[in-house]
């Protein structure tokens, strides 16, 4: 399961596990078929709980971490409602066009015409780890009925010639 981080204030985490389901799906939609708000609800449970894993200590973080669990699934099952398989695959394909071969700082788009859904990916900053693996920071956006939100996070290079949302 893909993981973040996201360094944001704890007010905007339920905005936070939106965009990082969001971003998730972007990179994983065509690995495999399911029913799409079942694996938008765990996908979002589980991201939930990462999410609030970064939030608080000891008995706090325990409830961060079950709080975000159960707002995570409730956002990741209406995201996985409202995302179709053609949304998700032109969100893939563009995210890892863009990943692999967009400059810093140039945005790529998609759309379906079908639903009306649209997006962006922008990569913002390309480095190598220690070991050599390529990575890049990106944001992305997805636009569902009308409305924006944006996701940030970093994706590296796979042996394969993939990216994988890292962190």
């Known amino acids: 399961m893909t993981s973040y981080s996201v360094h944001q204030p704890p007010r905007r ?6 965009l990082a389901l969001v971003a998730g799906l972007g990179l994983s939609a065509c690995e495999g078929a399911g029913n799409k708000e079942t694996i938008g609800t765990v996908g979002g449970a589980v991201i939930g709980g990462v999410l609030g894993s970064k939030l608080g200590k000891g ?5 961060a971490v079950g709080a975000g669990a159960v707002l995570g699934g409730l956002v ?13 695959m032109k969100m893939h394909d563009t995210t890892q066009t863009a990943l692999e071969k967009q400059p810093d700082n140039s945005t790529s788009s998609w759309v379906n015409p079908n639903t009306g859904h649209s997006g962006t990916v922008t990569p913002q900053q390309t480095y190598n780890t220690e070991s050599g693996q ?3 920071e990106f944001t992305q956006t997805v636009t569902i009925g009308g409305k924006s939100e944006e996701a940030y996070g970093t994706a590296c290079r796979q042996a394969d010639g993939s990216w994988k949302i890292v962190s």
């Open 13 to 18: 985490a339920a905005k936070a596990v939106a």
């Open 59 to 63: 008995t706090g973080q325990l409830v």
């Open 76 to 88: 990741g099952s209406s995201i996985g409602r409202s995302l179709d398989d053609v949304d998700k």
């Open 134 to 136: 390529p990575c890049r």
